[in-house]
């Protein structure tokens, strides 16, 4: 059901790698998120975009960076991956005014070793 | 500044018993308040929202949720808990003012249980 896609689901990857984990919303939806979560517990914002070139860091610290170059497409990348940066990472989008809800993605969980 | 409460990290409840999952918000204007469930290894699935009008909204799966303006709440309920319930449950508010843009605060979450 989900309209919004989230690649890789897992991934195990070793310290210093370069990564960047994929989001796409196919509903048109100008607003995008990132968040950041540990398994079964409350979520972060790291990222935020209100559209095409607009990205704002969210409330959560984060070394990683976004691009919103295409409505449909909101990536996030690590330079340079550690350990603390396990975690599972969702992507969420929403359209029109301030009243709709958010649709998320099945998240990405990152294992840096 | 915005936030959301969520009392209770766990909630235990017998199967074909009500629940009541509780939530309280902060906002300096009038609310969005959204109900979100979470199941393991799956993003958040919206259940229901408030924007203005009933105090009760219905949502999806049998759940609804009762907002309370003197009391800054926003409670999920149902009246017959399934097994399949179980589930993390998150709830979020937005202040219609627009203040602080379209970021939605969401509370830690609280896990509920349906005891077969």
């Known amino acids: 059901e989900a309209d919004i896609y989230q690649t890789p689901r897992y991934l195990v990857i070793g310290t210093g790698k370069k990564i960047t984990l994929e989001c796409s919303q196919t509903?048109?939806?100008?607003?995008m998120y990132w968040y950041q979560q540990d398994p079964g517990m409350e979520l972060h914002l790291i990222h935020y975009?209100?559209?095409?070139?607009?990205?704002e860091k969210g409330d959560l610290s984060s070394e990683s960076t976004v691009s919103r170059i295409r409505t449909e497409h909101f990536p996030l990348t690590l330079e340079s991956a550690r350990p603390s940066h396990t975690s599972q990472y969702l992507c969420?989008?929403?359209?029109?005014?301030?009243?709709?809800?958010?649709?998320f993605g099945d998240g990405t969980r990152l294992s840096i070793l | 500044a915005q936030s959301v409460a969520q009392p209770e990290d766990q909630v235990n409840v017998a199967e074909g018993n009500p629940l009541t999952v509780k939530c309280t918000y902060s906002v300096s204007g009038n609310p969005y308040l959204f109900w979100y469930v979470q199941y393991p290894n799956r993003g958040l699935q919206f259940l229901l929202k408030y924007i203005t009008g009933d105090n009760l909204v219905k949502g999806s799966y049998g759940f609804e949720a009762e907002f309370n303006k003197s009391q800054t709440s926003f409670h999920l309920k149902k009246p017959s808990a399934l097994v399949s319930d179980s589930a993390l449950y998150f709830c979020a508010v937005r202040d219609q003012a627009g203040t602080g843009g379209f970021k939605t605060i969401f509370g830690a979450g609280t896990r509920l249980f349906v005891k077969a």
């Open positions: 509903m048109g939806h100008d607003k």
């Open positions: 969420a989008s929403s359209g029109g005014g301030g009243n709709q809800p958010q649709h």
């Open positions: 975009s209100y559209g095409v070139n607009s990205t």
